[in-house]
């Protein structure tokens, strides 16, 4: 527990001084800050003279004004934050030779991993803790709405998600940082799993759908809807497709189902139409709950593999 | 006659089809500079490894002060210090940084770690250097950086790999001082894997010499340099010894 401790101490402090943590949280401080302004700055604008409508404060979150929004710039630009914390976290240790020295002392190997991957945790945690707030405190300014209790429990979740997506491409990093002695292999390596779930899955699910059912002449609207239905199944398996669908369902509480209109059965249709005003907070967990657990389950594996590929790994190796 | 600190009995390490260790047996006394020699690829470092519980035996078994470093390896590193051969350092710490990351790994109590910090960075000639970054380092201080992590941690036993490579003359002099400063004043056990044989025969009175994971000889210079060339110690050199036994090989 004592090596645990100060590993993690140590990495923490080498997040938050190195250069590479201050340009990216800078970046994404300035992005946020644009998009909140220019969405904040909108919503003042229409609203204008009339009753401001419940749950406006999470547009901040969920409206684009123009650009794109805050919601979308995680999924998007959120992996990247991940990758760049944990891509060098094993290899660069190796080829410095500090990680044998390291384990050299009375500490037990999965201390290295796990004090490292808690720090880089925490570091994100920090992180889009502190953009959140800020983008709160901004949209109080300009728009001039207190936020109510479930609004505040729905940016908490939505926080949450958003600090686990992360997580996970921080644990995709750290396993490529074990699996390959070269820092600008396991770089690359984080980059191209980034380009292929956030592109090409997408792609690919479209592709999958159109070549498990192809157009035919028989009745159109039943090809486009098992198209449809084919291509997001696909494509949930991108982790960007989960925490997208994951965050907009609940900081949105108009938005009463993961899936398109078009998609419903008749007895779902039904059963939503039952609810007109926006869905309780509890009723939106519900309806992201398997997602939710979904990126819990994906970054557990992640980690799951890195830990154990680094317990096995061949001293000589390290 | 003293108490073996080390013992190793038929050790054999195996990575797939090839030996790195082959059937290596030996024992180093308590208090004594004990000279592991070798080629490159000879075997050396994969023996302390294992006696260091980094890396597990094929075959085989060792003790090391009394505790199988397999079993219990946390027990065994608490115990002694290692200095491998490329000493690598955390460039943006400075020394004082660096020896109390080492210290609370070795969980040493706080106040005990600050004067075992400065005494030993009194002790390497770092005390004026202690606040500049590692990085600024040159090769010479990093080694005297890490001897200093050994006296902080005042191991039992201490192996040392290749602790002069790549040194100038005069910072492998203050090298070879300090190791004779770990034995003498902090009575440490100490295993020194080294291809600069006039060091070793200077510091050492018994060696081992390893080749192609087996050890062919072990014993006093003296002893060995009977064995090889039937003549007394003042007219052979440890590498003539080596040699010898490196082209029977």
Redesign the interface.
């Known amino acids: 527990m004592?090596?645990l401790k100060?590993?993690f101490k140590?990495e923490l402090s080498?997040h938050f001084?190195s250069y590479r943590f201050l340009i990216i949280f800078s970046l994404i401080w300035m992005v946020s800050l644009l998009i909140t302004y220019m969405v904040g700055t909108s919503i003042r604008d229409e609203l204008s003279g009339v009753t401001k409508p419940k749950y406006v404060f999470l547009l901040l979150f969920m409206s684009s004004g123009g650009f794109f929004s805050f919601i979308q710039f995680v999924a998007f630009f959120g992996p990247l934050i991940g990758v760049i914390l944990g891509f060098d976290l094993i290899n660069r240790?190796k080829n410095?030779?500090?990680?044998?020295?390291?384990?050299?002392?009375?500490?037990?190997r999965d201390a290295v991993i796990n004090g490292k991957f808690l720090a880089g945790v925490v570091t994100i945690s920090i992180m889009m803790t502190s953009i959140v707030l800020v983008i709160s405190g901004l949209g109080l300014k300009v728009v001039g709405v207190v936020p109510g209790i479930d609004e505040i429990l729905r940016i908490v979740i939505y926080l949450v998600i958003s600090i686990v997506y992360i997580s996970f491409w921080l644990g995709i990093a750290i396993l490529f940082s074990i699996l390959f002695r070269s820092v600008t292999t396991s770089a690359l390596a984080s980059l191209a799993a980034w380009i292929f779930f956030t592109f090409f899955v997408p792609l690919g699910a479209g592709i999958a759908a159109k070549s498990f059912v192809p157009p035919g002449e028989a009745d159109k609207t039943e090809i486009i809807l098992k198209q449809l239905s084919i291509q997001r199944s696909v494509s949930l398996i991108s982790p960007v497709s989960l925490y997208s669908e994951a965050s907009s369902t609940i900081i949105d509480p108009t938005k009463k189902t993961t899936r398109a209109y078009v998609l419903m059965g008749p007895f779902e249709k039904l059963s939503i139409e039952r609810f007109s005003g926006p869905l309780p907070i509890s009723q939106s967990l519900l309806i992201v709950i398997p997602y939710i657990i979904s990126i819990v389950a994906i970054t557990t594996i992640c980690f799951a593999v890195s830990y154990t590929v680094f317990l096995r790994q061949?001293?000589?190796s390290l | 006659m003293s108490v073996a600190v080390i013992e190793t009995q038929n050790l054999t390490k195996q990575y797939g089809p090839q030996k790195a260790v082959d059937n290596v047996t030996f024992n180093v006394y308590e208090g004594e500079i004990f000279g592991l020699l070798g080629p490159n690829g000879a075997g050396k470092t994969t023996i302390i490894l294992m006696l260091l519980g980094l890396t597990e035996p094929t075959s085989g078994r060792a003790r090391v002060l009394g505790v199988d470093p397999t079993r219990d390896a946390i027990k065994v590193k608490g115990m002694i210090g290692y200095m491998p051969e490329n000493v690598g350092f955390y460039n943006d710490m400075n020394a004082i940084q660096s020896l109390k990351f080492i210290g609370e790994l070795n969980g040493i109590p706080k106040d005990i770690l600050q004067e075992r910090i400065e005494s030993a960075l009194k002790t390497v000639g770092l005390d004026q250097d202690a606040k500049k970054k590692i990085g600024a380092y040159s090769r010479g201080m990093r080694q005297r950086l890490a001897i200093a992590e050994l006296l902080i941690k005042e191991p039992k036993v201490a192996f040392l790999d290749e602790p002069t490579l790549g040194l100038d003359p005069d910072a492998t002099s203050r090298v070879i001082e300090l190791i004779e400063t770990l034995r003498k004043e902090k009575n440490m056990t100490i295993v020194l894997c080294s291809h600069y044989l006039e060091m070793v025969q200077k510091l050492c009175n018994r060696v081992a010499i390893m080749i192609k994971g087996k050890m062919v000889a072990q014993g006093e210079i003296e002893k060995l340099a009977r064995e090889k060339f039937g003549i007394g110690q003042e007219e052979y050199t440890l590498e003539e010894i080596y040699m010898r036994y490196f082209m029977e090989a």
Request: hydrophobic share 35%.
């Open positions: 004592g090596g100060v590993i140590k080498d001084t240790e410095e030779g500090t990680l044998s020295r390291v384990l050299a002392q009375p500490i037990y061949e001293i000589r």
